[in-house]
């Protein structure tokens, strides 16, 4: 039995991956639906909530590692929303006009402008065709 070291990383990701969705979904997007809402969390949940046990399966770490791992996840899901919502969020539309030529080639875009969710026309979240 060798572990692979102190805390897990995938439990790391795979919790702090759901949780930050989870968020993100419940709490950051009230224009979506309760059926989406629901469907998106049990997709994640159902991809991400195996792999701490998987890690124990496979004798790739111990149950305190994973639970480390998955500790460490919980802290920073919840650090990142929180800078996100409380801190970022506020500040991108000057972000994206101060850096405007690095930004505007990748096709980042703020969609929250003046504290309403701005959607674009293309986003199938707001009907638009999405794939043309």
């Known amino acids: 039995f060798g572990s692979n070291g102190m805390p897990s990383g995938h439990a790391t990701t795979s919790v702090g991956t759901l949780l930050y969705a989870t968020l993100e979904i419940w709490i950051d997007r009230p224009e979506i639906g309760l059926k989406r809402k629901a469907a998106t969390f049990l997709t994640a949940l159902f991809l991400l909530a ?7 399966y496979l004798n790739d770490h111990t149950t305190a590692q994973v639970a480390a791992g998955s500790g460490e996840g919980i802290v920073v899901a919840l650090l990142w929303f929180a800078f996100l919502y409380k801190f970022a969020r506020s500040r991108l539309d000057r972000w994206i006009e101060k850096f405007d030529c690095l930004f505007g080639r990748i096709g980042f875009r703020n969609t929250y402008r003046n504290g309403v969710r701005f959607c674009p026309e293309w986003s199938p979240l707001c009907g638009g065709g999405g794939g043309g």
Not at 50 to 56: D, E, L, M, W
Request: aromatic residues 0%.
């Open 50 to 56: 195996p792999v701490p046990k998987s890690r124990t």
